[in-house]
């Protein structure tokens, strides 16, 4: 990974993620609000709910070795090593992040199976075919490489193995769509600056790539309707005490991101911005 991309992401992590957990938890990831977005429920059983969605659309109902790709504090790790009896591994960019992440699997009891580790997602430092299960929960759209993102989690999946991802995209390019306006070029520039992100592709994009590698039994989906919602749930919340207390303590990129939350909620209203899922064995 390029190194200022890389240092971009790492430093923005360190300082944002205390306040994330401190006011929304261990899950640094959108909510599933339902199929077309309108159950209201609990922001953090949502966070859950969309862990639980995924898996059974990706139909994974065992693991015994666990990759998380991008593991924020260690919320899906812990989650899916409990829900599946297994051993899992996270890696992130961020060393306050895994530092964090280990102190959460000991209070948790879970230290002897899952472990965190600063590393970098292009080039992981795991042998061909380790894993059975790669888990990558939002954090395709911080890779500046797609093609060896994913090509690095099919070198590490084990024969058989699943990998499932969920990223943020842009809208799909077509005849009837166009190629991506002008406007929409600068909101996306104004995400990919506040947010680090290099760019983000479409889901066709992902899904050829995938095709290409060669990934089996592909299949994909978009979620945009079914986690919109979040967005403007964050916004809410951010005019909650602790997280105003916790912005002002946190750094400038924290608060910048915080202050451009509409930018994520406009892009999903406008058909901009979507969530996109992939599923895949090999």
């Not at 991309?5 to 959108?30: R, T």
């Not at 899906?76 to 960019?93: D, E, M, P, V, W």
């Not at 945009?224 to 967005?231: E, G, H, I, K, R």
Request: glycine content about 8%.
């Amino acid at each position: 990974m390029t190194s200022t991309i890389q240092s971009q992401i790492q430093q923005f992590y360190d300082a944002s993620s205390g306040l994330w957990e401190q006011v929304w938890g261990e899950h640094m990831h959108h909510g599933y609000y339902g199929a077309t977005g309108n159950e209201k429920k609990d922001r953090r059983q949502a966070q859950i709910d969309l862990i639980e969605e995924l898996l059974k659309w990706a139909e994974v109902r065992q693991a015994e070795q666990i990759i998380d790709v991008g593991c924020g504090i260690g919320g899906s790790s812990l989650y899916l090593a409990q829900k599946f009896n297994a051993r899992a591994t996270g890696i992130t960019l961020s060393p306050v992040q895994a530092s964090r992440a280990t102190e959460r699997a000991e209070e948790a009891g879970l230290a002897a199976a899952v472990q965190f580790q600063v590393a970098d997602a292009l080039d992981m430092p795991f042998a061909d075919e380790t894993f059975d299960f790669v888990w990558s929960m939002e954090s395709g759209e911080h890779m500046p490489d797609k093609e060896k993102f994913l090509a690095e989690c099919y070198r590490v999946l084990k024969p058989g193995g699943t990998f499932l991802m969920a990223t943020w995209c842009h809208r799909p390019i077509t005849p009837a769509t166009g190629q991506l306006t002008i406007d929409e070029q600068q909101h996306l520039a104004e995400i990919y600056r506040v947010y680090c992100l290099p760019y983000v592709i479409s889901l066709p994009e992902y899904e050829a790539i995938a095709h290409h590698l060669p990934f089996q039994n592909i299949r994909t989906a978009d979620w945009s309707d079914a986690v919109a919602p979040f967005w403007d749930i964050v916004i809410d919340s951010t005019f909650e005490p602790q997280a105003i207390f916790g912005l002002l303590q946190s750094g400038w990129s924290t608060i910048q991101a915080a202050l451009s939350l509409s930018l994520m909620s406009r892009g999903y209203r406008r058909g901009l911005i979507r969530f996109g899922l992939l599923c895949a064995n090999k």
